[in-house]
């Protein structure tokens, strides 16, 4: 604060609850993480727990992104008379939620479960929104509920301010099964958007483009352009096996009164989005926390 060091002390517990990213850099900062590359960082080991910052899972998702000649879409939702309508009746563009439709399917036979999930949007979704494109458009895209690759984040340095170094080591699991269900939805996806219902809006094809036609081409495409969906989670485990970082009350192993409660906790990555099992976390941990104390 001010630039000036603070100091708080906690009667109770410490609840960390700094998401997939943030909670793992702040252990490893106070020098709770793989002992060995704390020490290379000059940071003293409080907890050797080498599982910190491994088990990163994310959603990857890859989609058909078309133009449409028809004013329909969300292009002009940042426009002065968009913003205005919306300031002074709450109607209008910007009440969308953007991900207006969506879908789970099971493309692989065997699976027990829906394997991939669908987002429909009507704009162009292209490298997180930075990059604008002219037009009206929209798109659809799937991902991989379960995916087998797994990545890691730690330190560049011990300054707090410098940001994690993040490898999420997307579609490299050793089967190939996440570029596998990964084509199979994005071949899906073009064939939804070239459906007989989109004949009245369908302009021509942005990405991945009229010439990727072989698995080549859209595997290249998906290797360049596929984008995370904002769910990673699993830095910082649940469990009690070796590379555990808190066990099921959500402790940090070898450490008093301190708890982890965000999405980095879970083991595996949920089939779905991310935010309400999240919220769900933290519901359990508020009873667990109760209980602890008598309440």
Do not use: W
């Not at 064939?191 to 080549?216: H, K, N, T, V």
């Amino acid at each position: 604060l001010d630039g000036l060091p603070r100091e708080a002390h906690a009667r109770r517990e410490v609840l960390l609850c700094g998401g997939a990213v943030n909670s793992l850099k702040l252990l490893m900062l106070s020098g709770i993480g793989p002992g060995d590359a704390l020490q290379a960082l000059g940071i003293p080991v409080v907890a050797d727990l080498p599982g910190v910052g491994l088990n990163l899972q994310d959603h990857l998702i890859s989609g058909v992104i078309r133009y449409t000649y028809r004013p329909v879409s969300l292009a002009n939702a940042t426009k002065p008379q968009a913003l205005l309508r919306f300031a002074l009746t709450r109607r209008g563009l910007l009440t969308s939620n953007v991900a207006e439709a969506g879908a789970f399917v099971r493309l692989d036979a065997d699976a027990p479960a829906p394997d991939v999930q669908y987002h429909f949007g009507p704009a162009h979704f292209v490298d997180h929104g930075q990059t604008p494109l002219d037009g009206h458009g929209f798109a659809a895209g799937g991902l991989v509920l379960r995916p087998h690759s797994r990545g890691t984040i730690g330190l560049h340095s011990a300054d707090p301010l410098t940001a994690p170094r993040i490898h999420a080591n997307y579609l490299s699991d050793a089967d190939g099964y996440d570029l596998r269900l990964t084509l199979q939805a994005l071949k899906l996806a073009r064939e939804i958007l070239a459906a007989p219902p989109f004949d009245a809006y369908r302009g021509a094809e942005l990405l991945p483009g009229i010439s990727a036609q072989s698995d080549d081409d859209l595997i290249y495409y998906i290797r360049e352009k596929a984008e995370t969906l904002y769910h990673p989670v699993g830095t910082c485990k649940m469990g009690r096996d070796p590379l555990a970082v808190v066990d099921p009350a959500l402790r940090v192993h070898g450490v008093d009164g301190l708890r982890v409660i965000d999405a980095s906790i879970m083991p595996t990555i949920t089939s779905g989005n991310t935010n309400a099992p999240v919220m769900m976390i933290a519901e359990k941990a508020a009873d667990l926390i109760r209980a602890a104390n008598g309440k």
